[in-house]
């Protein structure tokens, strides 16, 4: 290589002060060497470069007979690579290493990784009362060995690219090899190594950037913080896309019945698992339904309400100035805000918004005659049914298409609710994720894969792997109902 | 191929089902009412038989052609012009069955559901929803009538479980009370209004043709299930006079139910079912003759041909009745005749002159 000139680096640099220079010089075979060694302060440890480097370097070097020894096994460091492109210097420089320079010759980057990372703590958007209660962090390699201490096997495997042109993040996949669909892998190898962008900052970007229908509201990647749940998705055959910088995984192919299943599922005993999954479906059933109901029974269908009914709700109408449907739209919103307002405030102001949450979407609002207080306890049951919805994605998704079937309930009552359901299941057929049907197992209905769906069979029953996932090896075990041994 | 999607032929059974149902569920009681009286479930039965003989007849022909849909082989066998004129005037017919239901759902929903927004408006509304199904091809739609098809079975179920009190087994009697003859006539009735032979249009687009057959028994057989029992509930639950003067038995029917005093005015399930059905059924018709025409025209892409079908079929449905009282003088005693031509005369026509060609070749080629 040709020589190196320190200052050309400084210069491009910026003379950036968290960048730390150091020169000095050496004796080594009998000459006197130049040493140059420079990293970027707060991303290494730097009392490893002391004792490891520095202390090296400068005391043990000048005692020893160096001739013998290669230069690079006297270093007491783990991972040393000598480096040949300024790209990749900079790019170690950038991820914790220290940059040695060699005689102005020589390139060696030195692992020293020293960044002060969050740690491992308890998963703050998907909470389970029986499960692990870890959960991912920002850093890559935690993460990476989060799943690894789950599944300690050789087949599980780590590809590593770099994305972004600036930020130059590294985006991991994780699959387990024999088990992940070959065609399904070389899929999103082929997406991610088309992706084209100066950063990314977030799994969100990459979700962005390779899912399968652009417009569509409905998510067809599924991510989540707990190692537990991408465990067991990689066990299914799935492959993992886990991106440095945050801990949400992204998990591909996802179909839309896993977006309805929460990790809790497995761990508790299968009967309860599958009422409480029925359950989450009925509140799904309200929380897309809900309001439009309301609205088309109030305005077109009076007849199908029992009459006493009907008469409690049209006395409590008839104060009100606005039709059902806008009634709707300002309760809906109102919660929104309140909602949003909710997530964005800062913590300690939480109380003053549960306290005017209250009056806005409460009696008070009812006692101003804005509206209903039957439309109140309708906005109110959708709202908390929204959130029995594990994935948060698919809840915002609901959201969407509940505001849509509310003005279909509103211009064309029953009628309009079921012809928009039909566009909605339709557009939800014609998804695909990864090369497998977004609806599977049930459009195309396959009998085997539905005993993980709407309920959870009992862990011994599970006995194989999605099919359309996992082309390869679908045998999970080979378990006989339990009991003593006969 | 001018479709990339296939189906599996359970699939098919599924859509078979569905279409089976399609608008029969809520008009055919009537119907047989009027022409067989109490023995209208009689005469279904002589027509489900009728039904599945004639698929025994369309599968035998798309046997012979695998890979063809009705439109391509009627070429094959007939020669390129007179097989194109036989093709287009077979289109025709799909044509104007699906104008005539969406005009049934139209009707239906301005009479029951939605009494006052326009006919058009609905007519609209369902044709837009229909167009987007048929453009997002067969497969998609195939999927979807899997995922309605427990929700049909269920409602229906619900409601012939809550019926069963109501029923009074001497509303059906004297059987054969007026001999053979009226349960014949609401036989060859019945028979019309299934139409099964536009199935042979999605065959090829089975994975498994071979199986295409079986599919095709099983599905109009389950949905000739369906149909029976309602004609029999609406026979023993209205009785035949009842059941005569409503255009829409069935829907009456499920008025009927009230348990305990809080379960009541859940006729809205059977507009459910009902809509899901015909919402099959018509985006069967309509996917049938966009890739027939398209076949038979030699277009590139069917899809190009659902919004200009769209319009017209809006337009046509407005048009090919004045009025109710036309629509129940018409369609038994018009278009049953009508489908006739379609349903027997023309695939057994093509079946024949098919197996002398077939057997003339062979006699050429031996000899």
């Known amino acids: ?486 | 191929m001018l479709e990339k999607g296939k189906i599996s032929h359970r699939q098919l059974t599924v859509l078979t089902l569905l279409y089976t149902i399609g608008t029969s569920i809520l008009i055919v009681p009537s119907i047989m009412a009027v022409f067989s009286k109490q023995d209208g479930w009689i005469a279904c039965l002589i027509g489900t038989a009728a039904n599945l003989l004639t698929i025994l007849i369309y599968s035998a022909l798309a046997g012979r052609y695998p890979t063809l849909t009705l439109a391509e082989f009627s070429e094959k066998i007939l020669g390129k012009w007179l097989g194109k004129v036989i093709s287009l005037f077979f289109l025709s017919f799909i044509f104007l069955l699906s104008s005539f239901l969406l005009r049934v759902v139209g009707n239906f929903m301005t009479t029951h559901i939605m009494p006052n927004t326009p006919i058009e408006i609905t007519i609209i509304l369902f044709m837009a929803v229909v167009v987007y199904a048929v453009r997002l091809g067969i497969e998609t739609t195939a999927r979807a009538a899997e995922i309605f098809l427990p929700f049909v079975i269920a409602l229906f179920l619900f409601l012939t479980f809550f019926l069963l009190p109501q029923i009074r087994i001497d509303r059906a009697e004297p059987v054969f009370e007026n001999g053979i003859k009226p349960i014949l006539l609401g036989a060859f009735y019945y028979f019309n209004l299934q139409e099964q032979v536009i199935l042979m249009m999605l065959v090829p687009y089975t994975n498994r043709p071979e199986k295409a057959r079986s599919a095709l028994l099983a599905g109009t057989l389950l949905g000739s299930v369906v149909i029976i029992v309602s004609v029999l509930l609406s026979t023993l639950v209205l009785g035949t006079e009842f059941t005569q003067r409503n255009m829409y038995a069935s829907y009456t029917l499920a008025k009927q139910i009230s348990v305990g005093n809080f379960l009541q005015r859940v006729e809205a399930m059977l507009a459910i079912i009902w809509l899901i059905t015909i919402f099959f059924k018509t985006v069967v018709c309509m996917y049938a003759v966009t890739l027939g025409t398209a076949q038979t025209l030699r277009l590139k892409d069917p899809r190009t041909l659902t919004l200009p079908f769209a319009l017209l079929l809006v337009f046509l449905s407005l048009l090919v009745y004045d009025n109710i009282v036309s629509f129940v003088a018409f369609t038994p005693k018009v278009f049953s005749l009508y489908a006739t031509i379609f349903m027997v005369i023309i695939p057994v026509g093509l079946l024949g002159i098919d197996a002398l060609r077939s057997s003339f070749k062979q006699n050429q080629s031996s000899s």
């Open chain 1, 1 to 486: 290589m040709s020589q190196i000139d320190i200052a050309t680096i400084k210069e491009k640099l910026g003379y950036s002060n968290d960048i730390i220079f150091k020169e000095f010089q050496i004796d080594y075979g009998g000459n006197s060497r130049k040493v140059n060694l420079f990293y970027a302060d707060g991303l290494v440890n730097t009392d490893s470069v002391q004792d490891f480097i520095l202390e090296t370097l400068m005391v043990e070097f000048p005692k020893l007979n160096t001739n013998q020894h290669p230069f690079l096994d006297l270093l007491t460091a783990g991972e040393i690579e000598e480096v040949t492109s300024t790209d990749t210097m900079y790019y170690n420089l950038f991820s914790g290493h220290v940059i040695l320079i060699w005689d102005s010759n020589k390139i060696l980057s030195i692992a020293m990784n020293g960044i002060k990372d969050r740690a491992v703590s308890e998963a703050m958007t998907e909470t389970v009362s029986r499960g692990p209660k870890e959960s991912f962090t920002e850093s890559i390699r935690t993460n990476t060995a989060l799943v690894r201490r789950k599944i300690k096997n050789p087949d599980l495997w780590l590809e590593n690219m770099r994305i972004g042109k600036m930020t130059q993040t590294s985006v991991s996949i994780m699959y387990i090899k024999g088990i992940v669909s070959d065609k399904i892998l070389e899929e999103v190898r082929n997406r991610l190594s088309r992706i084209d962008i100066d950063g990314i900052l977030e799994s969100g970007y990459i979700e962005e950037l390779i899912q399968d229908s652009a417009y569509s509201p409905f998510p067809t990647m599924y991510n989540s913080e707990r190692p537990d749940v991408i465990a067991a998705e990689l066990l299914e055959g799935k492959v993992a896309i886990l991106v440095d910088g945050t801990p949400h995984v992204l998990v591909v192919p996802a179909l839309f019945i896993s977006f309805m299943h929460s990790a809790e599922d497995y761990y508790q005993r299968a009967d309860i698992s599958s009422l409480i999954r029925i359950l989450r479906f009925v509140g799904i059933f309200i929380a897309l339904l809900g309001p439009s109901l309301y609205i088309a029974i109030t305005t077109f269908h009076q007849e199908m309400l029992p009459t006493q009914l009907l008469i409690g709700l049209a006395a409590q109408r008839e104060g009100i100035p606005f039709p059902a449907f806008i009634e709707a739209l300002i309760m809906e919103i109102t919660f929104e805000i309140l909602r949003e307002a909710g997530v964005r405030m800062p913590r300690t102001m939480g109380q003053a918004i549960s306290i005017v949450g209250t009056l806005v979407i409460g009696q008070a609002a009812v006692d101003a005659g804005i509206v209903s207080a039957a439309m109140v306890i309708v906005v109110s049951i959708t709202a908390i049914s929204s959130f029995v919805v594990p994935a948060m994605n698919m809840s915002i998704s609901i959201r969407m298409i509940r505001f849509a079937l509310m003005g279909l309930a509103a211009s064309f009552g029953l009628y309009g609710i079921i012809l928009g359901i039909f566009a909605l299941v339709l557009h939800l057929c014609s998804l695909r994720t990864f090369g497998v049907p977004y609806m599977s197992p049930f459009g195309p209905f396959i009998a085997e894969d539905t005993k993980d769906t709407l309920f959870r069979l009992p862990h011994w029953a599970m006995r194989k792997r999605l099919r359309l996932i996992s082309q390869n090896n679908i045998t999970r075990g080979n378990n006989k109902p339990p009991g003593p041994k006969r």
